[in-house]
């Protein structure tokens, strides 16, 4: 059974955007707790979550000054700024408004209660005293539907465009989180390294990877081998490795996957000539940017074979 | 007895379920006894779990307002309309005769025009109307059907009698809520369905296939063909129905973009497997909007080359573009005409009474009796334009005397009929309320008609207006057998 090309468009990014709001909510959540940790002129500044997002240009063209409460409010409940919780989820439900017919029946319902909620919510969130609450109900929600979909969706066209459209926005988020964690931290006055345990311990957490981290790693917690682990660990599911080898599978279920194939075994091999202890932050910056434009590209790639074929 | 039943009266109006002397109906008898053994609060909580019911099933139709689209649930009724499937049969084989004629009518104006030759009809009414389109011209679709999927408008008047009130050939909508509604009553009125044997309705979407199927080019190599039922999109307020169908046929639902013509006049629509070839495709928009070469050129909904394609016998398209030149209240008129002519048939169910006003006596008639007649223009649909008579002020009879003698050609006019009534469950209240009848007729190789089709119901008292978007309802439509 053949799908129509719009319709794989549509799945994609409805999995594009709940991966979104999911990893965004995560990242606001971890550094909210964070924040209580430090002491002023120890932490990040709320702007490093801009940065990670590459959102800053955006920010300032609204926002005037970068405090706490605006760039929660942009983060949230801006339904301005793609990046949001707020934008992505409402953009999630447009796309399942019109693919209903091929996923299971509750997926039209859960993702338009989570739409519910958080445009009734979001907006009363951004003060420090919902905010929690608030995050963890768009975390949790967002993780049933990924289940739903996990456990009750055919391995079939819809299955594997699903899959894509998480992996690759969670390879984006996921690289993100470690450029910004490795520069800020390895940069910055030595005076306040002993607070970078807790930075780290801190996106590990966004990245759902702390457990993980401890089991297969250890207790300690040093940056090198964070960012080692979220790109290359093979057994945790939201490490870069193990994206990489699941968009690889979905992939190769699809016709005329050469271009794609070709793309992700590029990425796989020059994630394992990475070796993070042994290069300066720069490298690693530079390493990173140039896995962004590969990740980009694949986008490209996976839209111009199959969403807009031949015209 | 429940007493809100012994107070009802529907006077001076034909009733679908209660005699004028107060009792049922023979074939709403037992509908009607197990209604009155409800209490107040049973009605209520029948009606609650028909809501719940609705949200959960998704049922919606979209209203486009100023804070952007928004789904409506369904507006629905639960005491069903009874018809004895004696009476619906003699209707039901009148419908089938209609479609036939008004099938052999459009395929004689695209080719050889005997009607016209012959003097049955004026040329110009036709040929000059907007909904002849001249690029259909020479066109003969397979059986001599242009028009596979017709919803005409049936009302009955004081005597009982079903009338055609308008023949809709274009894209006709509704019938996704006829299946709904049903489904609904099984959901919450179940005991209903011990005394009865009521026609099943559910089956529309294999019958539509079937139809569809039927006009297949590939028919021979392909067993099972393509077809695609053809959206303007989520924005549509029948998007809800367009997709219903879509999955009730296992077709794929697409939008303008997702098909092309090749060089080869071939339709195809893209796919993550490269492009596919369409057999059928089932329009659900206008056809003004369907093909920017040959119609429209600001259409961003069509197709670029799809009328091309049709032309070359490469792809069926249902309804035929070009079906709406018998959609034309004028030509209206003129169906009994037509079925004496094609088929040498007498009509076996009624159009009402029409008067042109493009001919003087008929034009005479009219302004000396605007307060009496109901008064619309001859190509619109869906309610717009239309003058009611006796509810009109003399302002607006004047306007309209004055429109009428300016362009004759575009207005008729016909005797206002007392629309018969049902009761309604309203506001814990058993009222009377006006309703009409949407019936659906099939027609390919063979013909099929639903058994009933969609009840649509004024909710607002003493209103004749049935539109869901403007306060409208519905009810579940029954077509009941033998004695109950």
Redesign the interface.
């Given at each position: 059974m053949t799908m129509l090309s719009r319709v794989a468009d549509r799945l994609y990014w409805k999995s594009r955007y709940l991966e979104r709001a999911e990893d965004t909510a995560r990242l606001v959540s971890s550094y909210h707790m964070l924040i209580m940790d430090i002491p002023r002129g120890a932490d990040l500044g709320w702007e490093v979550l801009l940065r990670i997002l590459d959102a800053e240009p955006q920010f300032y063209s609204r926002y005037r000054v970068a405090s706490e409460q605006n760039i929660v409010k942009f983060l949230v409940a801006d339904t301005d700024n793609p990046g949001s919780v707020a934008y992505a989820v409402r953009a999630a439900r447009e796309n399942v408004r019109t693919t209903r017919d091929v996923l299971p029946e509750e997926t039209w319902e859960q993702v338009n209660e989570l739409h519910l909620f958080v445009r009734e919510a979001a907006e009363k969130s951004i003060g420090r005293r919902n905010r929690l609450a608030f995050l963890n109900e768009v975390i949790s929600h967002s993780q049933m539907i990924s289940g739903l979909l996990q456990t009750t969706l055919s391995r079939d066209h819809a299955y594997r465009f699903t899959l894509l459209g998480h992996l690759i926005e969670r390879c984006d988020m996921t690289t993100r989180v470690v450029d910004v964690g490795v520069m800020e931290l390895m940069e910055r006055d030595a005076r306040f390294a002993v607070f970078d345990p807790l930075i780290w311990s801190s996106l590990l957490q966004s990245l759902s990877a702390l457990g993980a981290y401890r089991r297969v790693v250890g207790p300690l917690l040093e940056g090198g081998s964070v960012a080692e682990f979220v790109l290359k660990d093979r057994e945790h599911p939201r490490s870069v490795v193990y994206c990489l080898r699941g968009m690889r599978d979905a992939v190769k279920g699809l016709a005329r996957n050469e271009d794609a194939l070709r793309q992700i075994e590029r990425m796989r091999r020059k994630l394992s000539r990475l070796h993070v202890e042994q290069i300066s932050p720069d490298e690693f910056h530079g390493f990173i940017d140039n896995f962004q434009l590969l990740i980009n590209e694949l986008h490209e790639i996976v839209s111009d074979t199959w969403f807009r074929p031949e015209t | 007895m429940n007493s809100k039943w012994a107070n009802y009266q529907a006077e001076g109006f034909y009733d679908e379920l209660i005699t004028d002397k107060g009792s049922p109906r023979m074939a709403a008898r037992a509908a009607v006894n197990l209604f009155q053994q409800l209490s107040a609060d049973d009605m209520s909580a029948r009606r609650e779990a028909a809501e719940l019911a609705i949200r959960e099933m998704?049922i919606s139709f979209t209203v486009y307002t100023e804070g952007g689209n928004i789904d409506r649930a369904w507006p629905f009724d639960i005491i069903p309309r009874v018809i004895s499937s004696k009476q619906w049969q003699s209707v039901s084989r009148g419908l089938i005769q209609r479609s036939k004629a008004l099938n052999c009518f459009i395929d004689d104006i695209y080719n050889k025009q005997r009607i016209l030759a012959d003097g049955i009809l004026p040329a110009d009414i036709v040929l000059e109307s907007t909904n002849y389109k001249p690029q259909c011209k020479g066109m003969s679709p397979r059986y001599g059907v242009w028009a596979h999927i017709c919803g005409s408008d049936l009302v009955r008047d004081l005597d009982g009698k079903f009338y055609v009130l308008e023949d809709n050939l274009r894209v006709p909508s509704g019938v996704s809520y006829m299946v709904e509604n049903r489904e609904i009553t099984k959901r919450v009125l179940p005991e209903l369905f011990e005394n009865y044997s009521i026609l099943p309705v559910d089956d529309y979407p294999s019958q539509l296939y079937r139809t569809l199927a039927s006009l297949s080019p590939r028919a021979r190599e392909r067993k099972r063909p393509c077809i695609v039922v053809l959206t303007p999109g989520?924005y549509n307020s029948a998007y809800f129905e367009h997709?219903f169908l879509?999955?009730g046929m296992g077709a794929?639902?697409?939008?303008g973009?997702?098909l092309?013509v090749g060089d080869d006049d071939c339709v195809y629509?893209?796919?993550?497997?490269?492009?596919?070839r369409v057999d059928v495709i089932y329009r659900r928009i206008d056809e003004d909007f369907m093909d920017p070469e040959a119609f429209r050129e600001d259409s961003v909904l069509g197709v670029a080359g799809l009328m091309r394609a049709w032309k070359a016998g490469k792809v069926a398209i249902a309804n035929a573009p070009g079906s709406g030149v018998a959609d034309d209240k004028v030509v209206y008129a003129y169906v009994p005409e037509m079925i004496r002519y094609y088929l040498g048939e007498k009509p076996l169910v009624d159009s009402v009474p029409t008067y042109l006003c493009m001919n003087e006596k008929d034009r005479e008639y009219v302004l000396a009796n605007l307060d009496k007649l109901v008064v619309k223009p001859a190509n619109e649909s869906g309610g717009y334009g239309i003058m009611v008579g006796p509810h009109a002020s003399a302002a607006t009879r004047r306007k309209f005397a004055g429109l009428i003698e300016k362009n004759p050609r575009n207005y008729i006019a016909q005797p206002t009929l007392s629309l018969s009534t049902a009761p309604t469950y309203c506001d814990g209240e058993i009222e009377p309320r006006h309703l009409d009848l949407r019936p659906f007729i099939l027609q390919g190789k063979d013909s099929w008609v639903t058994p009933g089709g969609l009840t649509r119901v004024a909710l607002v008292k003493g209103s004749l207006v049935v539109n869901s978007s403007q306060g409208g309802g519905s009810k579940d439509t029954w077509i009941v057998e033998g004695k109950s």
């Amino acid at each position: 059974m053949t799908m129509l090309s719009r319709v794989a468009d549509r799945l994609y990014w409805k999995s594009r955007y709940l991966e979104r709001a999911e990893d965004t909510a995560r990242l606001v959540s971890s550094y909210h707790m964070l924040i209580m940790d430090i002491p002023r002129g120890a932490d990040l500044g709320w702007e490093v979550l801009l940065r990670i997002l590459d959102a800053e240009p955006q920010f300032y063209s609204r926002y005037r000054v970068a405090s706490e409460q605006n760039i929660v409010k942009f983060l949230v409940a801006d339904t301005d700024n793609p990046g949001s919780v707020a934008y992505a989820v409402r953009a999630a439900r447009e796309n399942v408004r019109t693919t209903r017919d091929v996923l299971p029946e509750e997926t039209w319902e859960q993702v338009n209660e989570l739409h519910l909620f958080v445009r009734e919510a979001a907006e009363k969130s951004i003060g420090r005293r919902n905010r929690l609450a608030f995050l963890n109900e768009v975390i949790s929600h967002s993780q049933m539907i990924s289940g739903l979909l996990q456990t009750t969706l055919s391995r079939d066209h819809a299955y594997r465009f699903t899959l894509l459209g998480h992996l690759i926005e969670r390879c984006d988020m996921t690289t993100r989180v470690v450029d910004v964690g490795v520069m800020e931290l390895m940069e910055r006055d030595a005076r306040f390294a002993v607070f970078d345990p807790l930075i780290w311990s801190s996106l590990l957490q966004s990245l759902s990877a702390l457990g993980a981290y401890r089991r297969v790693v250890g207790p300690l917690l040093e940056g090198g081998s964070v960012a080692e682990f979220v790109l290359k660990d093979r057994e945790h599911p939201r490490s870069v490795v193990y994206c990489l080898r699941g968009m690889r599978d979905a992939v190769k279920g699809l016709a005329r996957n050469e271009d794609a194939l070709r793309q992700i075994e590029r990425m796989r091999r020059k994630l394992s000539r990475l070796h993070v202890e042994q290069i300066s932050p720069d490298e690693f910056h530079g390493f990173i940017d140039n896995f962004q434009l590969l990740i980009n590209e694949l986008h490209e790639i996976v839209s111009d074979t199959w969403f807009r074929p031949e015209t | 007895m429940n007493s809100k039943w012994a107070n009802y009266q529907a006077e001076g109006f034909y009733d679908e379920l209660i005699t004028d002397k107060g009792s049922p109906r023979m074939a709403a008898r037992a509908a009607v006894n197990l209604f009155q053994q409800l209490s107040a609060d049973d009605m209520s909580a029948r009606r609650e779990a028909a809501e719940l019911a609705i949200r959960e099933m998704g049922i919606s139709f979209t209203v486009y307002t100023e804070g952007g689209n928004i789904d409506r649930a369904w507006p629905f009724d639960i005491i069903p309309r009874v018809i004895s499937s004696k009476q619906w049969q003699s209707v039901s084989r009148g419908l089938i005769q209609r479609s036939k004629a008004l099938n052999c009518f459009i395929d004689d104006i695209y080719n050889k025009q005997r009607i016209l030759a012959d003097g049955i009809l004026p040329a110009d009414i036709v040929l000059e109307s907007t909904n002849y389109k001249p690029q259909c011209k020479g066109m003969s679709p397979r059986y001599g059907v242009w028009a596979h999927i017709c919803g005409s408008d049936l009302v009955r008047d004081l005597d009982g009698k079903f009338y055609v009130l308008e023949d809709n050939l274009r894209v006709p909508s509704g019938v996704s809520y006829m299946v709904e509604n049903r489904e609904i009553t099984k959901r919450v009125l179940p005991e209903l369905f011990e005394n009865y044997s009521i026609l099943p309705v559910d089956d529309y979407p294999s019958q539509l296939y079937r139809t569809l199927a039927s006009l297949s080019p590939r028919a021979r190599e392909r067993k099972r063909p393509c077809i695609v039922v053809l959206t303007p999109g989520i924005y549509n307020s029948a998007y809800f129905e367009h997709a219903f169908l879509a999955h009730g046929m296992g077709a794929e639902l697409v939008e303008g973009p997702d098909l092309m013509v090749g060089d080869d006049d071939c339709v195809y629509m893209r796919t993550v497997d490269g492009p596919m070839r369409v057999d059928v495709i089932y329009r659900r928009i206008d056809e003004d909007f369907m093909d920017p070469e040959a119609f429209r050129e600001d259409s961003v909904l069509g197709v670029a080359g799809l009328m091309r394609a049709w032309k070359a016998g490469k792809v069926a398209i249902a309804n035929a573009p070009g079906s709406g030149v018998a959609d034309d209240k004028v030509v209206y008129a003129y169906v009994p005409e037509m079925i004496r002519y094609y088929l040498g048939e007498k009509p076996l169910v009624d159009s009402v009474p029409t008067y042109l006003c493009m001919n003087e006596k008929d034009r005479e008639y009219v302004l000396a009796n605007l307060d009496k007649l109901v008064v619309k223009p001859a190509n619109e649909s869906g309610g717009y334009g239309i003058m009611v008579g006796p509810h009109a002020s003399a302002a607006t009879r004047r306007k309209f005397a004055g429109l009428i003698e300016k362009n004759p050609r575009n207005y008729i006019a016909q005797p206002t009929l007392s629309l018969s009534t049902a009761p309604t469950y309203c506001d814990g209240e058993i009222e009377p309320r006006h309703l009409d009848l949407r019936p659906f007729i099939l027609q390919g190789k063979d013909s099929w008609v639903t058994p009933g089709g969609l009840t649509r119901v004024a909710l607002v008292k003493g209103s004749l207006v049935v539109n869901s978007s403007q306060g409208g309802g519905s009810k579940d439509t029954w077509i009941v057998e033998g004695k109950s």
